[in-house]
């Protein structure tokens, strides 16, 4: 059974104009619900999987870590939704599940390389910058 507003509020009732008020939550939505949102929701969960199987040692390599899986996931995804023209997947849910697989995939060897910097940094403390070059450029 479908009842007017005016059924319970019998004074005058001022609405917003439908397709201005309609078109601007459309876009909100998809702004933060959509490709953003997937996005988001991708960095988070490649930095939940990350961090459970190999847990920080400290404090500040759990939110270095966790700052670079985010931004490896969110950029390396779009990075590699841009070079392979993916873009038309934003428009159906079935290509933001895709997308939300690139970003969490993208982010997964971010984790990796920071623990690497990590432990090069701890077992290099004491070296100076040419050191470091040489060791890098012998290793190449």
């Not at 876009?27 to 933060?32: E, F, N, R, S, V």
């Not at 990075?79 to 697989?101: D, K, R």
């Amino acid at each position: 059974m479908f009842f007017d507003a005016g059924f319970f509020y019998m004074g005058k009732m001022k609405m917003a104009e439908p397709t201005s008020s309609g078109v601007a939550g459309f876009a909100g939505w998809k702004l933060i619900g959509g490709a953003a949102g997937v996005a988001a929701g991708g960095a988070g969960l490649a930095a939940f999987v990350v961090m459970c199987m190999t847990k920080p040692r400290s404090d500040k390599e759990w939110i270095v870590g966790l700052v670079c899986t985010v931004i490896g996931s969110v950029c390396g995804g779009a990075a590699v939704i841009s070079y392979f023209h993916l873009y038309e997947w934003v428009t159906n849910f079935i290509g933001l599940t895709a997308i939300l697989g690139l970003s969490f995939a993208c982010g997964l060897p971010a984790w990796a390389i920071v623990r690497w910097i990590f432990n090069y940094i701890d077992t290099h403390q004491d070296a100076s910058i040419e050191d470091v070059a040489n060791d890098l450029r012998s290793s190449l």
